[in-house]
T-cell receptor, first 116, second 114 residues
């Protein structure tokens, strides 16, 4: 079974600075998808960024980018120019597929605080 | 497009009572998921529907939890009888295909069992 590990329960960053959230995963598959989701107090999980494992180029979405290290099974999220609205729980997720059945497995999350 | 709708937003019940949650996915999304998120943890998949058929319910506590998706659209998740450890946020999500572009989540129902 796939596992997703987020080793930082909490992180804080000064507004306008850069922060990196860590995620590692365990899998025997060669082709898969990875995601970062943001969960603000409203509880809705919002997709931040997506990475396809067969693509070596790191995904980027505006101020959000990832450092995808396939051999190390590492998938970190970098947030540049942090804003107060970035404060939330961030979850790393792995999409697995087994005989046509697919599902997302989530890590335990990192609570990000933005310091004004 | 409208998002995934869930109700109620909050629910407080006593242990051994029953409760039901409702989810309306994005129009046209064939796949619907129910996740349980206990405080301090990531969401855990309870059940996955493809249209109105169950694809995966391996982590659903079937002695007390049940779910249905009539006509392949709306879905309800029921707990009967509830236990204290069922206190959690119940998230519904949907996707149009195989989820390779992620899922769209609703805002969840926060259940407190006292």
């Amino acid at each position: 079974a796939q596992t997703v590990t987020q080793s930082q329960p909490e992180m804080s960053v000064q507004e306008a600075e850069t922060v990196t959230l860590s995620c590692t995963y365990d899998t025997s598959e060669s082709d898969y998808y990875l995601f970062w989701y943001k969960q603000p107090p409203s509880r809705q999980m919002i997709l931040v960024i997506r990475q396809e494992a067969y693509k070596q180029q790191n995904a980027t979405e505006n101020r959000f980018s990832v450092n995808f290290q396939k051999a190390a099974k590492s998938f970190s999220l970098k947030i540049s120019d942090s804003q107060l609205g970035d404060a939330a729980m961030y979850f790393c997720a792995y999409r697995s597929e087994d005989f046509g059945n697919e599902k997302l497995t989530f890590g335990t999350g990192t609570r990000l605080t933005i310091i004004p | 497009e409208a998002g995934v709708a869930q109700s109620p937003r909050y629910k407080i019940i006593e242990k051994r009572q029953s409760v039901a949650f409702w989810c309306n996915p994005i129009s046209g999304h064939a796949t619907l998921y129910w996740y349980q998120q206990i405080l301090g943890q990531g969401p855990k998949l309870l059940i996955q529907f493809q249209n109105n058929g169950v694809v995966d319910d391996s982590q659903l506590p079937k002695d007390r939890f049940s779910a249905e998706r009539l006509k392949g659209v709306d879905s309800t998740l029921k707990i009967q009888p509830a236990k204290l450890e069922d206190s959690a946020v119940y998230l519904c999500a949907s996707s149009s295909g195989q989820g390779t572009y992620g899922y769209t989540f609703g805002s969840g129902t926060r259940l407190t069992v006292v």
